[in-house]
């Protein structure tokens, strides 16, 4: 069963592609580093002959409101029309949990997007929806920041590591389509303001995080379960503290400069 992974040099996509090939599956990255581009459909056609699965796990490089809309609307559709063509019978993608409560976001707007895009097409799909990576914890103290201080609101909060999504999303892409959405999320639920706080000290990062229930996500009103899922998501395996552990002991042992 050959499985094409759009975005495969991604954070995600590198991990699923090597998860996949290691269970033996015929796993196959796409992007534009290898002359793939789903914006423009340049190598798509030949990226999916005799592929069975496409997963879609790529980023807008932008996040301005238009840009990000208009990259996964055109993505998808591209993606979507192409795999007809090719025969595809499942496709997969990556969107995030809480979605449709976080629409004050233009990145949010074309996420939602692109799962209508995917529901309404006539290919048999898997909607996966991951609550935020333990490696994405770090950006939203940087968009956080308020003079020299991060403010953010103590709502549940409940990240997994970008290894467990990969895990998660090879699992699906081998199995039969959901023709529904599955939501995937971290063992353990934290408020997002004091695991931001642990996130910083473990870094020895000196910045203060100010507990504020008015503050924002990334520019977003949230309230106490925005952000994480429900009852019924299958959960990851890693904890924060070793996931933070085993990244401070991968970069103490990493050669300088790499
Ligand atoms: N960050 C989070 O916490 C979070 C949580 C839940 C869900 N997600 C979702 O997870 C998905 C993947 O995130 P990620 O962090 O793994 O992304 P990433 O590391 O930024 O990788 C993005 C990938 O998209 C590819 N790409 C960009 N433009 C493309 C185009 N025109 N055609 C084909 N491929 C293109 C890139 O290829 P090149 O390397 O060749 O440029 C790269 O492989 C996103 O859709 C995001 O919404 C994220």
Known sequence: MKI???????????????????QG????AASPTSGVNTL??????????GASVVVDVTNSPSWEDAAVLKFFETSTRN?????AAAGVGHHVALSVVGTERLLGSGFFRAKLAQENLIKSSSIPYSIVRATQFFEFVKNIADFSMEGNQVRLPPVLFQPMAADDVASAIGRIAIGTPVNGTVEIGGPEQFHLDELIR???????????????VNARYFGIAVSERTLVPNHDARLGETRFEDWLDATKTA???????A
Not at 25 to 28: G, K, L, R, S, V
């Open 79 to 83: 993606l979507l029309d192409y795999e």
């Open 198 to 212: 642990r996130d910083l000290a473990a870094r020895k990062d000196p910045r203060e995080v100010i507990s504020d």
């Open 4 to 22: 094409v992974v759009i975005g495969g040099t991604g954070l995600i996509g590198a991990k699923l592609v090597n998860k996949l090939r290691e």
């Open 40 to 49: 423009t459909g340049e190598g798509l056609a030949d990226a999916l002959k």
């Open 251 to 257: 970069s103490k042992t990493r050669p300088q400069g």
């Open 25 to 28: 599956q015929e796993a196959a």
